[in-house]
């Protein structure tokens, strides 16, 4: 597939409401954090707004529903992991590029082939080699250039295309992305899924960097994090129940 | 179906248990088949100390809490002797190239085996650990434990 075509896969894809796009923009300029996210206007605005976006994506296996959860799943686990593990002031930023960060999937899910017309991943082979072999690119290539053309901040267009490769973001943006990174895998793990690719990305090396193995990481906050990760994402999904959010 | 941390038994005749796309957690399955009873845990992490309260309210979100309740369903249910269930395990993966900094799967594995071990039980089947996500049933009816996993087919446990 030529960038050409990746370009006009783009294009068809549905465009969000210019509102959603303000609202995760200024959500990635904001440095707010003390709330808890279900407390905090400019999270809940920006869920709302883009919950009725995220639909089935066939390519994926994966329902509207699920697709919405496992981005807010993200959302909430990248945010926290920037703000209690790495100590990030800019957080928010985090969560925005979670809410969105598979996006990318959008553009490939019509022209991936069915899981009965495809050979299965080869053994040491990530979805992204996966998807490359398919149509040339990988879903976060694809968000990046969905995301360029939203006219989202190259801060979020860089997060959105390094979530599966943090190490290869830019310097500054690098923890940012481990959190993205991290969110992702998190949500993956308990199940918060694309069914079709769960699991099937490694963990950067870079996690080790930033991230030290004790007692306390392992018996208290992992499992806490883990644990809140869970209650927020219910927490948040709460807020769009009103308009078709779907079960945790 | 069974979300996180959720617990259910059963005796209905044609209904099923399911826990979906398991990660990390750990389906801990339980049958009767004497009684034409199952049970099953949707457990998320290894152990209840963390948060007492949730352990209380939710008990099936820990293996330490959970395993304890589901045997009291059981009993509640008529099961009385321990012995005349069968137990499997599946999940408990870890992510894929990952290190032991972030595997709760194999602490929920140990956890809940722990917990079976205190209660004089070990499970009979396992189908735990690597880096795929599982979906796990059993059927009333016959008491099977089956595995889906994406690109990987089904088997039975």
Redesign the interface.
């Known amino acids: 597939m030529s960038k050409e075509l990746l370009f006009k896969m783009c294009q068809e894809v549905k465009q969000p409401p210019i509102r959603a796009c303000e609202l995760v923009i200024q959500l990635a300029r904001s440095q707010d954090m003390d709330k808890a996210f279900s407390k905090n206007p400019l999270i809940l605005d920006a869920v709302r707004a883009w919950q009725p976006w995220f639909e089935k994506l066939t390519g994926y296996e994966c329902d509207g529903p699920t697709a919405w959860l496992h981005h807010l799943g993200a959302a909430v686990g990248a945010g926290l992991v920037a703000s209690r593990i790495l100590g990030l002031p800019n957080a928010p930023l985090a969560f925005a590029a979670g809410l969105l960060h598979d996006v990318g999937k959008y553009a490939l899910s019509e022209n991936l082939p069915k899981s009965n017309q495809s050979q299965p991943i080869s053994e040491g082979k990530t979805f992204l080699d996966w998807e490359k072999a398919q149509v040339n690119y990988s879903h976060p290539e694809a968000g990046a250039m969905l995301a360029k053309e939203w006219g989202l901040s190259d801060d979020l267009v860089m997060l959105i295309q390094h979530h599966h490769q943090p190490t290869e973001a830019p310097l500054e943006l690098r923890p940012l992305a481990l959190a993205v990174h991290l969110g992702d895998i998190f949500a993956m793990m308990t199940g918060i899924d694309t069914p079709r690719d769960n699991m099937a990305y490694p963990l950067d090396p870079i996690a080790d960097q930033y991230i030290k193995r004790d007692a306390r990481w392992e018996m208290v906050v992992y499992p806490k994090l883990l644990l809140d990760i869970d209650s927020d994402l219910r927490r948040l999904n709460g807020v769009c129940e009103g308009q078709g959010g779907t079960r945790v | 179906m069974l979300?996180?941390?959720e617990l259910a038994i059963s005796r209905e005749p044609g209904s099923i248990l399911k826990a979906?796309?398991?990660?990390?957690?750990v389906a801990v399955v339980a049958v009767a088949p004497r009684y034409r009873a199952v049970g099953m845990i949707h457990v998320?992490?290894?152990?209840s100390?963390?948060?007492a309260e949730?352990g209380t309210i939710q008990p099936g979100?820990f293996a330490d809490t959970g395993i304890p309740a589901l045997l009291a369903q059981f009993r509640s249910a008529g099961v009385l002797n321990m012995r005349d269930l069968v137990i499997k395990l599946a999940g408990g993966?870890k992510?894929?190239?990952?290190?032991?900094?972030?595997d709760?799967?194999k602490?929920n594995i140990l956890a809940c085996r722990k917990a079976l071990w205190q209660n004089k039980m070990a499970p009979l089947g396992e189908d735990v650990g690597s880096?795929?996500?599982r979906t796990v049933w059993v059927a009333v009816d016959t008491g099977r434990v089956f595995v889906d996993s994406?690109?990987?087919g089904r088997w039975e446990l």
């Open positions: 979300g996180l941390g979906m796309a398991l990660g990390s957690c998320v992490l290894p152990d100390k963390i948060d949730k979100y993966a992510v894929m190239a990952g290190n032991a900094t972030f709760i799967g602490r880096n795929f996500s994406p690109g990987k």
